[in-house]
């Protein structure tokens, strides 16, 4: 039985981020709107913990480890916070434009901007290790674990193997609105409102195949499985 209209808690902007934490005795959401504003709250209680974040540049990334928020920001600036602190643990200037994806790989941090560079960072320190300059606006990273990672532009797939060089996987015709990676599929949508998918990492990538229609701009997809 699905259950509609279930209010969590309230924003007053729209919210851009939404993560979830998971441990043996609880499991909490976490919300982030366009106003900095950033609730916590804990799944089956009614408490929730609100904090207005200190962030000057708007949030383009985020993504949530060992109880840490890490937000990548649209003047390319890479910045960690404590759940319990309205001010940034960590602060670095990662890249020169829009940071456009944020990833935990291998132990360590990678963010893709769309200046089109892939930067590797140590933590907890957001020490610099390796920047690869990839030359196209990076959209979507994705995990393989025998390939290596799968980075997705407007218009291209590219496959880096041991965070070395990048190969061309596949071109896309057109540019894409948005896409998702579930071996040996890539799935994605495009300006022409249809979802679509292609199979990577076979012999040979298997041309494009659309699934369905929409009326409007595809702008997100994922599996039931998150």
Avoid at 30 to 49: F, V, Y
Avoid at 126 to 135: E, H, N, T, V, W
Wanted: aromatic share 6%; net charge negative; with cysteine.
């Amino acid at each position: 039985i699905i259950r509609y209209d279930q209010k969590l808690c309230s924003h007053q902007a729209p919210i851009i981020a939404l993560h979830s934490l998971h441990s043996s005795d609880e499991t909490r959401l976490l919300s982030l709107d366009s106003a900095n504003e950033l609730r916590i709250w804990q799944i089956g209680t009614e408490h929730i913990t609100k904090l207005t974040l200190s962030i000057k540049s708007p949030v383009s990334s985020s993504l949530v480890h060992n109880s840490l928020l890490f937000t990548g920001h649209e003047d390319g600036s890479i910045q960690i916070w404590p759940l319990d602190s309205e001010n940034p643990k960590v602060t670095v200037q990662a890249h020169q434009d829009e940071v456009s994806v944020l990833m935990i790989h291998s132990g360590q941090l990678l963010s893709g901007s769309v200046d089109g560079t892939l930067s590797v960072w140590r933590l907890p320190d957001l020490s610099l290790i390796k920047i690869l300059a990839l030359k196209v606006e990076i959209k979507h990273i994705f995990e393989h674990v025998k390939q290596g990672l799968i980075v997705v532009s407007n218009l291209q797939v590219l496959l880096i193997e041991n965070l070395a060089d990048a190969k061309l996987v596949h071109s896309f015709d057109e540019p894409i609105t948005c896409a998702h990676y579930t071996h040996p599929r890539l799935y994605y949508g495009d300006l022409r409102c249809k979802l679509n998918y292609i199979t990577l990492f076979q012999k040979e990538t298997k041309t494009e195949q659309t699934l369905i229609s929409h009326s409007s701009w595809i702008n997100n997809i994922f599996d039931r499985d998150g």
